[in-house]
């Protein structure tokens, strides 16, 4: 189906929805006390006239038990939104096998990569109960995207193409057209992504709080009560599909809210609603409640090992390995499953291009000083000290499991070779030095080059303080300021940060029709080039514009990715993309591939063995549908 997505073939048909088959439906234990009392209507009322009938059999896997409480943990009260990130209820969303497929939708017709026809499934409902209907894209789209007052910049980047808004059109209560004047290859795919831009609301529920509909005293009495300024930032606030932090706002996602506030335990109940059944007629989700525990960074590790979660990744590395296996191996009751890690480094180095401090931005911005500081790092030290050498060495690129690996790529400016740094830094003129031995800039300051960190992986930590002794023999010295994530993010944005240390790209294994503007600096959120991001974003009215050739390149051939449709254009485009950065390295990756940890409660079923642990595309756990899995035995209560 994504060939004839891939070269524009008019009418391509994405993929089909299944139809509800005729078999007898089964009413979750969950509710049926609700449906007998009559405050619920029974399944058969509660599912799309044609449902998502769910193949467990094609995939391997085996039908469900319904019940049962799924315990996970996060580190951050804002990590709620993690149930929309595992949920992966999209419009369309990625399959096991990275295709495109409808999932929210009952099926997408796409017409020259340009015209996008949506069919949604016959009486879907929010979880409240009420229809999901194409008026809930209207609401989004004349109401929000294009209110002033709302949206104040106007529609979102993503409906603009070639400067030219998309017009939506809603022929009927099921269909939603959206369509341009020039392709937009990549609007499938950004709808599918881990945190999707979603292009529709709860109207019913949101109109309450829309100047356009209200009545004004009401409003302003609703205004007054939430403490804002105005309407636009009480709806602002009431909308987010995606933070998953507002009880009464209606979702589509395979749990709801289930207990408000802030507290250090959220809870996660199944969606009566939810528009997947399996085979059999029971409704997913399987399991009826998630918990969600807010607990410490560093606690998350030892609080797993203990048995307190069933299903854990986020917040666990590569260094918890060998005290989760113990725990296993000493009768716990998990499984420790190991993931290959879909990120293009599992450490990278970015100097920032646009810090605010001119005589060192003029340094980073010389490639010489980016690979003199690549060439001093002894990758195989840090593999064999943190990763046992189970990790791949090199720059970060496309992993090897992708069409465009190239191994010159991984290597290039990679090998540890101090001489070579030592004589690039020196070919700058950076010859002057300290008594201490490290070189001078061209104002006479040291050379003490700031590495800020999100002070949550010790692994990145203990590879920086190897990265400082290597350092110290080309004369740079390295200070590592940890912080917090939200604080360091806030900072690269702002300019004022010289480096920071993160994963690489997220996608490390893209394909020719993979959108590769992640490459470009195309978003704030590439710690290089922050401004440049944000004047791309904000169309000029904020950051900066790329003013460094290599910075121009990758801009324009993201462009030219979006007006061909020849697949062999667009290899060829990703692979001039990835040499660019490659000889550039924007991004300074020092490995990749160490195994992610995944502990899975013993009795709980169809989670894979092997997968791929990765942000985009995949949404971590959510491309392969935790609504799925389930416990052998959910009444049973374990302890340890």
Same mark, same amino acid.
């Given at each position: ?7 524009c073939?008019?009418a ?10 005729a ?32 193949d ?12 049962g ?27 096991q096998?990275?295709?495109?497929v409808p999932?929210?939708l ?11 026809t949506f069919?949604?499934?016959?009486g ?5 109960g ?6 809930d ?18 529609p ?30 990549n ?5 599918a992504?881990?945190?999707?831009p979603f ?9 309450k709080?829309?100047?356009?509909f209200?009545?004004?005293d009401?409003?302003?009495?609703? $205004?007054?009560?939430? #403490?804002v300024? &105005?309407? +636009?930032?009480l709806? =602002?606030?009431?909308d987010?599909l995606?933070? /998953? ?10 749990w709801?809210?289930g207990?408000?506030?802030t ?12 528009h ?9 989700p399987?399991i ?12 998350v590790a030892?609080?797993?090992n ?12 590569f ?6 296996k ?7 009751n998990?499984?420790?499953?190991l993931w ?7 450490i ?18 010389? $490639?010489?000083f980016? #690979?003199?500081? &690549?060439? +001093?790092?002894?990758? =195989? ?6 990763? /046992? ?31 070579m ?10 010859t002057e ?5 490290f ?7 040291p ?13 990145v ?11 110290r ?8 300021r940890?912080s917090d994530r939200?604080i360091?993010?806030n ?7 010289m ?19 992640y490459? +470009? ?8 080039w ?5 004047y791309h ?26 007006h061909?449709g020849?697949?062999?254009?667009r ?14 390295l ?5 490995l ?20 791929v ?10 491309m ?10 959910p009444h ?5």
């Open positions: 189906m994504l060939d004839a997505l891939r070269s073939l008019v391509a048909l994405l993929c089909v929805g299944t139809a509800a088959a078999q007898e439906l089964s009413e979750s234990t969950f509710w049926a006390q609700e449906v007998a009392r009559g405050y619920l209507p029974p399944v058969a009322e509660r599912l799309p006239e044609d449902a998502l009938v769910v467990l059999e094609a995939k391997g896997r085996s039908f469900g038990t319904q019940g409480t799924l315990r996970t943990m996060v580190s951050r009260s804002k990590d709620v939104r993690q149930m929309v990130v595992y949920g992966y209820a999209r419009l369309v969303g990625y399959d096998d990275y295709a495109l999932d929210i009952r099926d997408v017709e796409v017409e020259d990569e340009r015209k996008f069919h949604l499934r016959r879907h409902k929010w979880s409240d009420h229809p999901f209907t194409s008026a894209f209207r609401y989004w789209w004349e109401h929000v995207a294009q209110n002033e007052e709302l949206s104040p910049s106007g979102p980047e993503f409906m603009i193409v070639d400067g030219e808004l998309a017009t939506m059109s809603f022929p009927d209560d099921v269909t939603v057209v959206i369509e341009w004047k020039g392709q937009n290859p609007f499938l795919q950004l709808l992504q881990a945190a999707p292009i529709y609301r709860p109207a019913h529920y949101l109109r709080y829309h100047a356009e209200a009545d004004p009401q409003l302003a009495e609703a $205004v007054s009560k939430a #403490r300024r &105005s309407w +636009a930032a709806h =602002n606030g009431l987010d995606y933070k /998953f932090d507002d009880p009464e706002l209606p979702t589509l996602q395979p709801m809210i207990s408000a506030g507290s250090s335990r959220q809870l996660f109940v199944r969606n009566p609603y939810f997947r059944v399996d085979k059999r007629g029971m409704q997913l399987y009826d409640i998630v918990e969600m525990s807010i607990v410490g960074a560093g606690l030892a609080k797993t203990a048995g307190e979660s069933d299903l854990q990744a986020r917040g666990l590395d260094p918890d390995i060998a005290i989760l113990k725990g296993e191996a000493d009768g716990g998990y499984r420790v499953l290959a890690n879909g990120a293009a480094s599992q990278a180095i970015y100097p920032n291009l646009n810090f605010a401090d001119e005589v060192w931005r003029e340094v980073m911005r010389d $490639v010489r980016r #690979r003199a500081l &690549s060439l +001093a790092i002894d990758r =195989n030290m840090i593999n064999r000290a943190l990763y /046992f050498g189970l990790a791949n060495v090199g720059g970060m690129t496309a992993l090897p499991e992708s069409p465009l690996f190239d191994e010159q790529n991984l290597n290039a400016w990679t090998k540890y070779d101090p001489e740094a030592n004589l690039l830094l020196d070919d700058m003129g950076l030095r300290n008594a201490a031995g070189r001078l800039l061209p104002d006479g300051r050379m003490e080059f700031v590495i800020e960190t999100a002070g949550e992986r010790q692994e930590e203990n590879a920086l303080a190897i990265v400082t002794d290597t350092w023999d080309i004369g740079v010295k390295l200070v590592m940890p939200d360091l993010r900072r690269i944005y702002a300019g004022v940060t480096a920071a240390v993160w994963f690489g790209w997220d996608n490390g294994l893209p394909q020719p029709y993979t959108s590769p503007d490459l +470009a600096p195309t978003d704030q959120v590439f710690f290089a922050p401004m440049w991001g944000q974003q904000t169309g000029g009215e904020a950051g900066e514009a790329p003013d460094m050739p290599e910075a121009e390149r990758l801009m324009q051939l993201a462009s030219d990715w979006k061909t020849k697949a062999y254009e290899e060829a485009i990703w692979r001039e993309m990835l040499k660019i950065h490659a000889e550039n924007f991004g300074i990756g020092i990749s591939g160490a195994p992610q940890p995944v502990v899975v409660n013993k009795r709980l079923r169809n989670v894979p063995e092997n997968a642990w990765a942000w985009d595309p995949g949404a971590h756990f959510g392969y549908r935790i609504d799925e899995f389930y416990f052998d035995d049973q209560q374990l302890t340890q």
